[in-house]
């Protein structure tokens, strides 16, 4: 019967996700009524299968977006302990995202690099009140042992989020430094993600160029001075210089007046789509 080879052959390619419209080719009048019959079903179902998918997608990435949404309240929410947060995370994600973007990377990975920045200080929750508290610029051993400890403490409360990637690593791995120096695991050179390394380098920058407890901001000739300082055995040389470009030419950012959102791969409003 004329038909019967392609038909299989579709239907072997739609099982296998490959939800081609060749078998609708099959429907015309060149093809035997039964040959019609069956491709018009084999279409069909098809159509309903890729709504489903697309369904089953949409509400996979609502869900994920929840869970980040609900993430990231909880860490604003530190900023009600410690106010010279408030706004960190948020602004390290979006420098993040414009370093990962001007280094030409892909979609996924900028959003990957974007949410790890937002999210890089999540350990910061476990902090003692004491080491909250201090407004002392003198830090003994046992804050110290503390403060190591929360880029592993920010890893360990998001890894049941797979989703998230390789974003898990980055945030375990924003206080490691290219010589070996860092923490919490002394990871030096290449054994540092790409990702890892942004995130230092925006860390860094907003760190010193925001107003703490124990400093002024500096402006941006003093921040581009200590970036370039620590280039080579901290931070990545070839980063920092492509950050510095990228500040000088578009600015800090300000996320008073500046909505942002993490969302799933594009799902929603993020800048990474414009």
């Known amino acids: 019967m004329k038909g019967i080879t392609e038909l299989l052959t579709c239907i072997q390619e739609i099982s296998g996700g490959n939800y081609s419209n060749d078998i609708m080719q099959l429907t015309t ?133 797979d989703f998230l990637g390789s974003a898990l690593d980055y945030v375990r791995s924003h206080h490691e430094r290219l010589d070996g120096t860092g923490y919490p695991n002394g990871l030096s050179g290449d054994d540092i993600l790409p990702g890892a390394r942004i995130l230092s380098i925006a860390d860094v920058f907003d760190a010193v160029t925001s107003t703490r407890s124990y400093q002024e901001a500096m402006d941006l000739d003093k921040a581009f001075a200590i970036l370039r300082r620590l280039a080579g055995p901290s931070l990545d040389p070839d980063f920092v210089e492509v950050f510095i470009s990228e500040i000088r030419e578009n600015g800090l950012e300000d996320v008073e007046n500046n909505f942002t959102t993490c969302a799933v791969h594009g799902s929603g409003p993020d800048e990474s789509d414009k």
């Open 29 to 161: 009048d060149a093809y035997d009524p039964l040959i019609q019959e069956l491709a018009e079903s084999v279409g069909l179902m098809m159509v309903r299968i890729e709504a489903r998918e697309f369904e089953l997608e949409q509400a996979n990435r609502d869900l994920q977006n929840n869970i980040l949404a609900t993430i990231r309240a909880v860490a604003r929410g530190l900023s009600l302990r410690d106010p010279y947060t408030r706004g960190h995370g948020e602004r390290v994600g979006i420098y993040c995202k414009r370093l990962a973007r001007r280094l030409g990377w892909g979609r996924d990975d900028v959003w990957t690099v974007h949410v790890a920045g937002t999210l890089h200080d999540m350990g910061k929750i476990g902090f003692s009140d004491r080491l909250i508290q201090n407004i002392d610029t003198k830090v003994d051993d046992e804050m110290l042992s503390e403060i190591r400890q929360h880029p592993e403490w920010g890893f360990y409360m998001l890894r049941g989020l």
